[in-house]
Every structure is written in structure tokens, then in C-alpha cells.
């Protein structure tokens, strides 16, 4: 379903939930990203200055009074997106619709390679592309059976081999992100959406990138997030099989990857006053 769509701008979403150590320099990477014109940062119920630090590094920045997940403020920061695009056009901006990227707060500066993210979507190759980090043990965090649910999952639904069907990393079209509407809710959003555009017809590509983020640990609370997570995946796969969610036309699902030439060369070598000012609901 990919075709060329010209360059395109792109709004980036990064939900953040207590990341005022990092969620500047996120921030930062993103702004320079190339076609990125626009940062909104969801602050799901911190309790920290994130939504501070990320305003004073120039992101748009909605609140939720109360954390309420991760798809919930993808979907926030999506809808604040077409906020600002309705803003534009009522001040006479005759605006296409932007291309979303999504991205976790914890980034800091490798946020910046997000870029070969980007470029397929612009170029029109892929309706949703996905990271691809990596193969390292602290960067993927250790949190493998949860991997492997979603990645089983996801090759019963549509017939793909996702590598990392876990990353939050991604840019899609706005018409791919309209078909996968409404998002799944928590951590089932990213096994929900690569399931839900596959079985559209839309084209899907994994991408190396050079990024990296905080791994998650081996204490209490880390195992309380694994545990969340596996629920949340186990949800989305079981709703999608029982409404018997095939590949589109029952051919070849439309998955891919593609590699980033300096990341491929790296791993060979190392083996205000806007609608977003305002908090929302809770």
C-alpha cells in the first residue's frame, strides 16, 4: 500500500512518564531530526519536571493528570497533533497531514537516529516503520519472554518474522496510523499495531538504528513491568484471534527490513498557548 508521498513533514510523539533526566536531550535530537517541525511530549502522570524540561527544550506538551498507559498517550499526543494542524489551517495554512514518529523518552541524543526512521516513510516504501536496535543485552532488556510472545503472535496473525516486535520506536503514515485507530491500551500498542496494519495490507519495515535506552533491570519493580507487559500483549493477541485477524487477502504479509549503511558499517566493526498547554482529563 506504500507509494510516493513526497517529502512530508513529520510530528514527533514522545510519551514520557518521570523522565526529567533525559527528556531534554530527547527533546533536543528530535527538533533536529530532518522534516520533524513538530515535538509533542504526553507526560502520562509524572511526578517530576518532565513536562517543565520538555517545554524549556521547545516541545508542546500535554498532561494526563494520573499515568493511564502507553497507548493512551500515543493516542493523546496523536490527537493533540491534529490539533495543531487545525490550528495552522484555520490561520489560512493549506497544510498536508504530517507523518507521526513515535519515540520513548529515554532516548537522549541517539533519539537522533531516528532519521532512518523516517526516511522510508517520507520516501514512501513503508506505511510503518520499525526500530530495529541493536542486538546487545542492555539495550534490549533482558525481557524475553514477553519478546516472544509478541513475536509468536504476531507471525500466527499475519505470517511476519518481526526481529524486535516489542520497540516503540516507529513512523508511520497518518493514513496507516488512521486505519489502526483506536490504539490498543498499555503495552499492548505496538504488537496491536504492527498485527492491525499487516492485516490491512499496509506495508511494514523494520530498520536498524543506533539507539539506545535505559534497560530495564531485574528488581521488583522491573518485574512488575515485564509482568504488566505480557498482560497487555497477551490481551491484544487474544481480542485479535478471536476476531480472526488473517494477513490482507491471505497472501504474503507486506513486512519487511532495511539497513542503515553507517549502522550496518558500525555493527560489522563492533560484532506555547496552544491547545497542548493545557492538561488532559485524567
Given at each position: 500500500?506504500a507509494?510516493?508521498?513526497g517529502?512530508?513533514?513529520?510530528?514527533?510523539?514522545?510519551?514520557a512518564?518521570?523522565?526529567?533526566?533525559?527528556?531534554?536531550?530527547?527533546?533536543?535530537a528530535?527538533?533536529?531530526?530532518?522534516?520533524?517541525?513538530?515535538?509533542v511530549?504526553?507526560?502520562?502522570?509524572?511526578?517530576d519536571?518532565t513536562?517543565?524540561?520538555?517545554?524549556?527544550?521547545?516541545?508542546?506538551?500535554?498532561?494526563?493528570?494520573?499515568?493511564?498507559?502507553?497507548?493512551?498517550?500515543?493516542?493523546?499526543?496523536?490527537?493533540?497533533?491534529?490539533?495543531?494542524?487545525?490550528?495552522?489551517?484555520?490561520?489560512?495554512?493549506?497544510?498536508a497531514?504530517?507523518?507521526?514518529?513515535?519515540?520513548?523518552?529515554?532516548?537522549?541524543?541517539?533519539?537522533?537516529?531516528a532519521?532512518?526512521?523516517i526516511?522510508?516513510?517520507?520516501?514512501?516504501r513503508?506505511?510503518?516503520?520499525?526500530a530495529?536496535f541493536?542486538?546487545?543485552?542492555?539495550r534490549?532488556?533482558?525481557?524475553?519472554?514477553?519478546v516472544?510472545?509478541?513475536?509468536?503472535?504476531?507471525?500466527?496473525?499475519?505470517g511476519?518474522?518481526?526481529?524486535?516486535?516489542?520497540?516503540?520506536?516507529?513512523?508511520?503514515?497518518?493514513?496507516?496510523?488512521?486505519?489502526?485507530?483506536p490504539?490498543?491500551p498499555?503495552?499492548?500498542?505496538?504488537?496491536?499495531?504492527?498485527?492491525?496494519l499487516?492485516?490491512r495490507?499496509?506495508?511494514?519495515?523494520?530498520?536498524?538504528?543506533?539507539?539506545?535506552?535505559r534497560?530495564?533491570?531485574?528488581?521488583?519493580?522491573?518485574?512488575v513491568?515485564?509482568?504488566?507487559?505480557?498482560v497487555?500483549?497477551a490481551?491484544v493477541?487474544?481480542?485479535?484471534?478471536?476476531?480472526?485477524?488473517?494477513?490482507?487477502?491471505?497472501?504474503?504479509?507486506r513486512?519487511?527490513s532495511?539497513?542503515?549503511?553507517?549502522?550496518?558499517?558500525?555493527?560489522?566493526?563492533n560484532a506555547?498557548?496552544?491547545?497542548?498547554?493545557?492538561?488532559?482529563?485524567?
Amino acid at each position: 500500500m506504500a507509494s510516493a508521498t513526497g517529502a512530508g513533514r513529520v510530528a514527533a510523539v514522545i510519551p514520557a512518564k518521570d523522565e526529567q533526566e533525559r527528556i531534554g536531550a530527547t527533546v533536543r535530537a528530535v527538533r533536529a531530526l530532518p522534516g520533524v517541525d513538530l515535538v509533542v511530549v504526553v507526560d502520562d502522570g509524572s511526578r517530576d519536571d518532565t513536562a517543565a524540561v520538555a517545554r524549556s527544550e521547545g516541545a508542546r506538551v500535554f498532561r494526563h493528570a494520573r499515568n493511564r498507559g502507553k497507548g493512551a498517550a500515543m493516542q493523546t499526543g496523536a490527537e493533540g497533533v491534529l490539533g495543531f494542524e487545525a490550528h495552522e489551517r484555520r490561520s489560512g495554512a493549506d497544510i498536508a497531514p504530517r507523518h507521526l514518529l513515535f519515540l520513548d523518552a529515554d532516548l537522549g541524543a541517539t533519539a537522533g537516529a531516528a532519521a532512518a526512521l523516517i526516511e522510508p516513510v517520507r520516501a514512501g516504501r513503508a506505511d510503518m516503520t520499525i526500530a530495529r536496535f541493536p542486538r546487545t543485552r542492555a539495550r534490549l532488556g533482558g525481557h524475553g519472554f514477553v519478546v516472544r510472545l509478541a513475536r509468536n503472535g504476531i507471525r500466527r496473525a499475519t505470517g511476519w518474522e518481526t526481529e524486535q516486535p516489542l520497540n516503540g520506536q516507529r513512523c508511520l503514515t497518518r493514513q496507516a496510523f488512521e486505519a489502526a485507530c483506536p490504539l490498543a491500551p498499555g503495552f499492548g500498542v505496538e504488537t496491536a499495531l504492527t498485527i492491525d496494519l499487516l492485516s490491512r495490507g499496509f506495508t511494514v519495515v523494520e530498520v536498524d538504528v543506533a539507539m539506545e535506552h535505559r534497560a530495564t533491570g531485574t528488581d521488583l519493580r522491573s518485574q512488575v513491568h515485564r509482568a504488566r507487559q505480557f498482560v497487555d500483549v497477551a490481551r491484544v493477541l487474544a481480542v485479535r484471534e478471536l476476531r480472526g485477524v488473517r494477513p490482507a487477502g491471505g497472501g504474503r504479509p507486506r513486512g519487511g527490513s532495511e539497513r542503515s549503511p553507517r549502522f550496518s558499517e558500525r555493527r560489522r566493526k563492533n560484532a506555547d498557548g496552544l491547545p497542548g498547554e493545557a492538561p488532559v482529563g485524567d
